[in-house]
């Protein structure tokens, strides 16, 4: 997020009818910078899929289009997961 001049209102960040099963919380930031986070339920086709961002402060609004990837998440990080639960039940 580029702030022009001295704008230093805070700014709403969030999703504008997103794809099925794409979502995400709007998050507001006085700063330069905000974390979106999105979610991809269960059953969402893998792929690409356009998502628009809309930024809101007061009565200006933003529109931002960005493509998202839905992936198959990494086995290794169940696995890691699941090793360390083991080492900790056996260590006691």
């Given at each position: 997020?580029?702030?022009?001049?001295?704008?230093?209102?805070t700014?709403s960040?969030?999703?504008?009818?997103?794809?099925?099963?794409?979502?995400?919380?709007?998050?507001?930031?006085?700063?330069t910078?905000?974390?979106?986070?999105?979610?991809?339920?269960?059953?969402?086709?893998l792929?690409?899929?356009?998502?628009?961002?809309?930024?809101?402060?007061?009565?200006?609004?933003?529109?931002?289009?960005?493509?998202?990837?839905?992936?198959?998440?990494q086995?290794?990080?169940?696995?890691?997961?699941?090793?360390?639960?083991?080492?900790?039940?056996?260590?006691?």
């Amino acid at each position: 997020m580029n702030r022009i001049g001295r704008f230093e209102d805070t700014v709403s960040i969030g999703l504008v009818d997103p794809p099925a099963g794409i979502s995400a919380a709007t998050v507001t930031t006085a700063g330069t910078s905000a974390a979106l986070e999105l979610t991809a339920a269960r059953g969402v086709t893998l792929g690409r899929y356009l998502v628009v961002l809309r930024s809101v402060s007061g009565d200006i609004e933003r529109t931002s289009v960005v493509w998202v990837s839905v992936r198959r998440a990494q086995p290794q990080a169940w696995i890691a997961s699941v090793e360390r639960s083991h080492v900790e039940q056996s260590g006691r």
